[in-house]
T-cell receptor
């Protein structure tokens, strides 16, 4: 079983839609979670990181962690074609090990 | 602000040839440096990390090696490439071992 699971997609949505990207994990011990955005042929770009359960908001992006269900979500409001990318969910464990999901491909159509 | 540079962006090399990929970081001192490999449909795999000059930790035994000759320079090498070395190689830096990582734009290596 992969330690961090993501639906590979692609997820296709119309411009302006609210996007929900999800991630599940199997190991309860963690320091914090991160979301990275990766455009084609580019390196991952850090979007957000969150230490605790609940919501963290940054502009059009909201990260949500539900420890009880081991579920992590990234919401994108008013999605734009420029949001089309692969989104990586990452968990940092105690001991500083990073566990990467394989990513979800998002396509926002204008 | 900090920036990270990786080169080359793409590379095609024959089997058995040597490899040298370079990564440099600007705007910070004594960063933690990392080499990752990304395969399609899989999460990033940590290859090497370094907490200081000359200090290299290997996560995966393989055909590759890393060196850190200067504080903000990290090099990934191989003496003889294998077909299985093909992939997307990413360099990253972090302020310390518990900080989020910042990635370069990667090198697409194809071994033929």
């Amino acid at each position: 079983q992969k330690e961090v699971e993501q639906d590979p997609g692609p997820l296709s949505v119309p411009e302006g839609a609210i996007v929900s990207l999800n991630c599940t994990y199997s190991n309860s011990a963690f320091q914090y979670f991160m979301w990275y955005r990766q455009y084609s042929r580019k390196g991952p770009e850090l979007l957000m990181y969150t230490y605790s359960s609940g919501n963290k908001e940054d502009g059009r992006f909201t990260a949500q962690v539900d420890k009880s269900s081991k579920y992590i979500s990234l919401f994108i409001r008013d999605s734009q074609p420029s949001d089309s990318a692969t989104y990586l969910c990452v968990r940092r464990e105690y001991g500083n090990k990073l566990v990467f999901g394989a990513g979800t491909i998002l396509r926002v159509k204008s | 602000s900090q920036t990270i540079h990786q080169w080359p962006a793409t590379l095609v090399q024959p089997v058995g040839s040597p490899l040298s990929l370079e990564c440099t970081v600007e705007g910070t001192s004594n960063p933690n440096l990392y080499w990752y490999r990304q395969a399609a449909g899989r999460g990033l795999q940590l290859l090497f990390y370094s907490v200081g000059i000359g200090q290299i930790s290997s996560e995966v035994p393989q055909n590759l090696s890393a060196s850190r000759p200067q504080d903000r320079q990290f090099i990934l090498s191989s003496k003889k490439l294998l077909l299985s070395d093909s992939g997307f190689y990413l360099c990253a830096w972090g302020r310390d071992r518990s900080s989020p990582l910042h990635f370069g734009n990667g090198t697409r290596l194809t071994v033929t």
